[in-house]
């Protein structure tokens, strides 16, 4: 169902605080060493500890990748307002999305903002317990679409080339099959995007002209979607294993479960797609009805299967899965990385994200 554009009395001034934040000289440039928080600062019982700063800002830096792709999604796709003003929207892909569901560019515009909030809170309030907040903005230099609306600003993340693994579809189907009991090989209704690089928006006007080729890039985009905040689904409840101070895990617990919300809606409406063939370069979407009665693929089976959860003696259980918490977050960039997000980057880019991932996985509970 369409709900009215949220309004905000004082959204310029808001927003404006919110991207003042993003400019602070101060952390523009700090190196991994020099943003290292001081031990002493965060060693009291009742604060934060050095793992849950690094938890946070690792957190910190996922989400504004997260904000980078997504705010490429509303420009072309969403909505543009006071709250998500970048773009001007690409008519054809806006009218393919429709057709997927009404609602399509309400959703990523409500997802961008999600993610612009998420990373903004996190810095915000690594900066009110006085440690540094992160920044990656000497990274803005991808050269993003040329088409028709585009900012034509420079990105942090790809999104022209991407690999999309869309077996996190069986994976949340399968009843016997669990990746943190080591499972594998999960049912992928659309294993062709693991074997090509596929653009998820349209990277020059071209790529408008003809209908099925565009069709194949929305569609690309639609499983995209979920792939995305299913990674967030998983990030959060297995950092928040490690977490040692109860509002750091609040804000886990809290941020965590809208991942989860933008997951299941997405997951929801890619059952919707139109079935194509890409005349370029032959990526297939199937027509998504044919998978009825199959429980593996089933289109609407959106809702979380039961299954084996720490012990395969124990009863099978709905859950988000993977949580493991053991190098959850070099993972975490390992996926993205797959994905495509980063091609363009340079080395010292993953050097940055590798080490605050670093730093996060080697944060202990405290005991
Ligand atoms: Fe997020
Ligand atoms: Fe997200």
Redo the contacts with the bound molecule.
Sequence with gaps: MLRPTKQFGTSSTRRSFLRSGLAAPAVIGASMAASSISTAAFAEDDGPTVGDISILRFLAAV?IL?TDL?EQYNEFGGIRDQEEPSGSGNKPYIDLLAQIDGDMSQYIHD?TE??FT?FNFINEYLKSKGAKPVNLERFRTLHGSIAQGSSGKKRLTNLMNLTVDASWWGRYRSRNANPDLGDTNFANPVPGLLKGQFPAIPRTNDDTTDPKHLLAIVNTAAFHFGT??Q???SLYPSLAQRVSNVEVLRILLSIGP??TM??QVWHDKVGNITKVTDPFNGLTFPDMATFQGNEDLQANLIMPEPTHFLSRSLPVCSIIRPTATRGAAAAAVRAFTDDGLFIGQPVEFFTELHELAAHADAAQRRQ
Excluded: A, M, Q, Y
Aim: net charge negative; hydrophobic share 25%; charged share 40%.
């Design positions: 989400e997260e997504w997802n999600d993610e998420h995305i905040e990674f967030g689904s809208t991942e933008h997951f």
